[in-house]
């Protein structure tokens, strides 16, 4: 039974999922639609023809053919036009941003529904893409009728939404626990016994602040294991500093990490490490992840992002300036030596993660957005 009369389009980045934004979305989706609220995602293709997948009889993923990818971005003419057949189905479009493919094709869309713009982060990195980007960026942020950010950090100290605040929501990232496997957490620790492990998942590109990690371990005592999880361009430049600095017994990459496994080392990691460096870095759902499983947090302290609010400071874990190596072995030091100041932050760690992180609350604080807006409509 449908417990409202409006129709939700989460317009977003690609499909199969591949990072942080197009997981929220998903999630979004399938977690609204199992609760009987009419929600279907559109996005990028990043493989294969434009097509669409069922997902349950209130769900459904709209799937646009993609030319290429530039800067990030994918060029998906398909989009436009698929969205333009389509818009006057849905009485809200959830933009996520960053996606100049989305925001042209709301443009070109003519939808005159209420907009909600979920802002992730703003553009870091490509800075000439951002100029070309710019008036369709400005026009978005003129046109939502909400703004969500993920922390209250990050809406309140962008210099894009400076002007608009009065239209901003905090909506922060949930997830389902993770739900280590104790098998997989015994072979874990069995493989690695005697050691005291930090486990770290990320992209291996600049902004996770990798080297900083590695440079930690030299001011480890001997009984530390680092392992870091992910792939990316850096993976070679990475393996080299560690040959380099004799590390191979203490620092591991394991490359990609299934969906199965992850779990697992979650579970049997002592202390969850996040070395961002950049604002790039805006929330960080690998700490909410490790939080789920009681498991205190090191982050950096990275200014304007939501990273130190997501881990909070003597409550959840420790965070530190971002780049300092010595500083990154001293807070995991603190934590992990001290037995009564680990179960403080175990404890912290679990608490926040149910009290902000979790996906029903997510959801549910979605679900009040919309019915908000609807009322305003109907006004």
Known sequence: MINNNFRVLQLGKFYPICGGVEKVAYDLMSGLSEQNVYCDMMCAATNGESRTISVNEHAKVICCHTLAKIAATMISPAMIFALKKVQDQYDIIHVHHPDPMACLALLLSGYKGKVVLHWHSDIQKQRILLRLYSPLQKWLIRRADKIVGTSPVYLSESPFLRKVQHKTVCLPIGVDPMCPDAAGVRKIKDRYKGKKIIFSLGRLVTYKGYEFLIAATKYLKDNYMILI??????????????????????????????????????????????????????????????????????????????????????????NVVPGDAYALAKAIEAIAENGAAYDRYSEGALNRYQKLFTKEKMIAKCKELYDGLMKETKQ
């Open 229 to 318: 999880g992910g792939t990316g361009a850096l993976r070679e430049k990475l393996q080299e500093e560690i040959n380099s600095m004799h590390l191979r017994g203490k620092v591991k990459l394991l490359g990609h990490v299934s969906d199965e496994e992850l779990p697992s080392y979650y579970g049997a990691c002592d202390v969850f490490c996040l070395s961002s460096v950049q604002k790039t870095e805006a929330f960080g759902i690998v700490q909410i992840e490790a939080m789920s499983c009681g498991k205190p947090v090191v982050a950096t302290k990275i200014p304007h992002s939501g990273v130190s609010w997501v881990n909070a400071h003597e409550e959840s874990g420790i």
